[in-house]
């Protein structure tokens, strides 16, 4: 198995390339942090050995790929490198059997699964196969992919089907979800900082962009980001070039975006939301993915896909459907698409016990709100039913505010600044 080393030291990493080279396996030499970034891959890479001169490498590198491990050398103490998620830490100088005894015992773990390797696209559907020819045709181009559709429709399984059928396939995938991160942080978290940028900034760290570098890179849910991020997102669009947070120097970075969003755009646009310049950068290939229930022929090749998949992950026997589930699945109308599909079908797995689906376990509509229980009494003000209504919700998805956004028909944004003010009314210090 190949093994990844950046050392800005060659002498170091001639050494560990022997070693590496003794225990019958193929060293992949690095000095250079850019290059290391380039070629970094889970595939081929299950362990990187990195040196603490390259914690933002480490972090980055963890972050994008958790299922490399990465095994840390330095002079200082390591703490910082454990911290962003190496998995040992080394002092130099060490032995060289140190550092093979790590080695075997990493390559006798088991490998860890990709979070994402399940790369199956399902479909039966012209229309869908149609989006799929059209992937597969702008795959090998640099054209910039603007996916629009529902929540849950399947728009980050094309993102990353594009990706993987680029030239850019062996370069990183770096997914952010907009909506997610509050817009204090967004900036960072894109462009990255300089060490000193603000408090807390103890060290350089890379931003999504430069991560992205020689790969794809994934702008979830853009249409969620404040008009002020907007302008800054259009420049690096236009110039490749990425500023960190506190850093005079600009840097060029070569990246791939695919852009999604679950709002009607044209309307974000219309009412002043979404800046239309940015829209035409990233809208160079639309591609609108339909809801489920517009293609019902989905439904059933969709759920024993996940029937096997929940089998496979459960280690039980796949199940049954009957005609009168299938129906049923079939009649629905999934206001959450494919992914409440996912949802039931997984319950309705683990709930019945005999080999066939019991169609009194398919139980639709939990994944979305329930209807109020009972009539609010008069008197409470529209502003504390609002509340009330918004903490039910988060309560029943455990507190995630993208899905409880999308639940309220709300932009999650409208969700934080609701949260907000009620944090500033006093009653909820409890940090919600
Ligand atoms: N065509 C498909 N084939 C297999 N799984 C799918 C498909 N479409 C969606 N999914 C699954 O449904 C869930 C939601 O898909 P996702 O891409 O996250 O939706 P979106 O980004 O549009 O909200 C994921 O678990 C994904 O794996
Ligand atoms: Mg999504």
Redesign the pocket.
């Given at each position: 198995m190949p093994i990844a080393i950046l050392d800005q030291d060659k002498s170091t990493v001639d050494i560990l390339s022997d070693l590496i080279g003794e225990m019958g396996q193929v060293p992949h030499p690095f000095t250079s942090k850019d290059k290391f970034l380039g070629a970094i891959d889970p595939k081929p890479h299950g362990i990187a050995i990195i040196s603490d001169d390259f914690t933002d490498v480490i972090e980055g590198t963890k972050q994008v790929y958790p299922t490399i491990e990465i095994v840390a050398i330095g002079e200082g103490s390591g703490g910082d490198c454990l911290r962003v998620g190496a998995s040992h830490y080394l002092k130099k100088p060490f032995k060289a059997n140190e550092i093979k005894e790590i080695l075997t015992a990493l390559l006798h773990a088991p490998r860890k699964q990709e979070p994402f390797a399940?790369g199956?696209?399902?479909?039966e559907d012209a229309g869908?196969k149609k989006i799929l020819e059209i992937i597969h045709r702008v795959a090998p181009t640099q054209a910039p992919v603007f996916i629009q559709?529902e929540?849950?429709?399947?728009?980050?399984?094309?993102a990353r089907h594009l990706h993987r059928h680029s030239k850019r396939c062996a370069g990183p995938y770096v997914g952010i979800n907009l909506a997610a991160i509050p817009d204090t942080l967004l900036e960072s978290e894109l462009f990255g900082y300089d060490k000193g940028a603000f408090t807390g900034a103890y060290a350089t760290r890379m931003g999504k962009f430069e991560l992205a570098n020689g790969g794809t890179i994934l702008l979830?849910e853009i249409s969620e980001i404040s008009l002020g991020l907007q302008a800054k997102l259009l420049r690096v669009l236009q110039e490749k070039q990425i500023d960190r947070v506190g850093s005079s120097s600009t840097i060029s970075v070569d990246f791939r975006v695919v852009a999604?969003t679950?709002r009607v755009i044209e309307e974000e646009i219309r009412d002043g939301r979404f800046r239309n310049d940015l829209y035409f950068r990233l809208n160079v290939i639309p591609i609108r993915?339909p809801p489920l229930r517009a293609r019902r022929g989905?439904i059933v090749p969709?759920s024993l896909?996940f029937i096997e998949k929940i089998a496979r992950r459960e280690n039980m026997e796949k199940k049954l459907l009957t005609q009168e589930a299938k129906d049923a699945l079939r009649d629905y109308s999934w206001p959450g698409?494919?992914?409440e599909l996912?949802n039931v079908i997984e319950r309705s797995m683990i709930l019945t016990e005999g080999a066939e689906i019991a169609p009194e376990y398919i139980m639709f509509g939990m994944d979305m709100p329930a209807a109020p229980e009972a009539a609010p009494a008069a008197g409470t003000t529209i502003h504390a039913m609002e509340k009330n209504l918004i903490f039910s919700t988060l309560d029943r998805v455990d507190g995630n505010r993208t899905k409880a956004a999308t639940m309220l028909g709300i932009s999650i944004r409208t969700l934080r600044n609701k949260l907000n003010e009620y944090t500033s009314e006093g009653q909820f210090s409890d940090g919600v």
């Amino acid at each position: 198995m190949p093994i990844a080393i950046l050392d800005q030291d060659k002498s170091t990493v001639d050494i560990l390339s022997d070693l590496i080279g003794e225990m019958g396996q193929v060293p992949h030499p690095f000095t250079s942090k850019d290059k290391f970034l380039g070629a970094i891959d889970p595939k081929p890479h299950g362990i990187a050995i990195i040196s603490d001169d390259f914690t933002d490498v480490i972090e980055g590198t963890k972050q994008v790929y958790p299922t490399i491990e990465i095994v840390a050398i330095g002079e200082g103490s390591g703490g910082d490198c454990l911290r962003v998620g190496a998995s040992h830490y080394l002092k130099k100088p060490f032995k060289a059997n140190e550092i093979k005894e790590i080695l075997t015992a990493l390559l006798h773990a088991p490998r860890k699964q990709e979070p994402f390797a399940n790369g199956a696209f399902i479909t039966e559907d012209a229309g869908m196969k149609k989006i799929l020819e059209i992937i597969h045709r702008v795959a090998p181009t640099q054209a910039p992919v603007f996916i629009q559709g529902e929540s849950g429709t399947g728009k980050e399984v094309i993102a990353r089907h594009l990706h993987r059928h680029s030239k850019r396939c062996a370069g990183p995938y770096v997914g952010i979800n907009l909506a997610a991160i509050p817009d204090t942080l967004l900036e960072s978290e894109l462009f990255g900082y300089d060490k000193g940028a603000f408090t807390g900034a103890y060290a350089t760290r890379m931003g999504k962009f430069e991560l992205a570098n020689g790969g794809t890179i994934l702008l979830d849910e853009i249409s969620e980001i404040s008009l002020g991020l907007q302008a800054k997102l259009l420049r690096v669009l236009q110039e490749k070039q990425i500023d960190r947070v506190g850093s005079s120097s600009t840097i060029s970075v070569d990246f791939r975006v695919v852009a999604t969003t679950n709002r009607v755009i044209e309307e974000e646009i219309r009412d002043g939301r979404f800046r239309n310049d940015l829209y035409f950068r990233l809208n160079v290939i639309p591609i609108r993915v339909p809801p489920l229930r517009a293609r019902r022929g989905d439904i059933v090749p969709l759920s024993l896909h996940f029937i096997e998949k929940i089998a496979r992950r459960e280690n039980m026997e796949k199940k049954l459907l009957t005609q009168e589930a299938k129906d049923a699945l079939r009649d629905y109308s999934w206001p959450g698409n494919v992914r409440e599909l996912e949802n039931v079908i997984e319950r309705s797995m683990i709930l019945t016990e005999g080999a066939e689906i019991a169609p009194e376990y398919i139980m639709f509509g939990m994944d979305m709100p329930a209807a109020p229980e009972a009539a609010p009494a008069a008197g409470t003000t529209i502003h504390a039913m609002e509340k009330n209504l918004i903490f039910s919700t988060l309560d029943r998805v455990d507190g995630n505010r993208t899905k409880a956004a999308t639940m309220l028909g709300i932009s999650i944004r409208t969700l934080r600044n609701k949260l907000n003010e009620y944090t500033s009314e006093g009653q909820f210090s409890d940090g919600v």
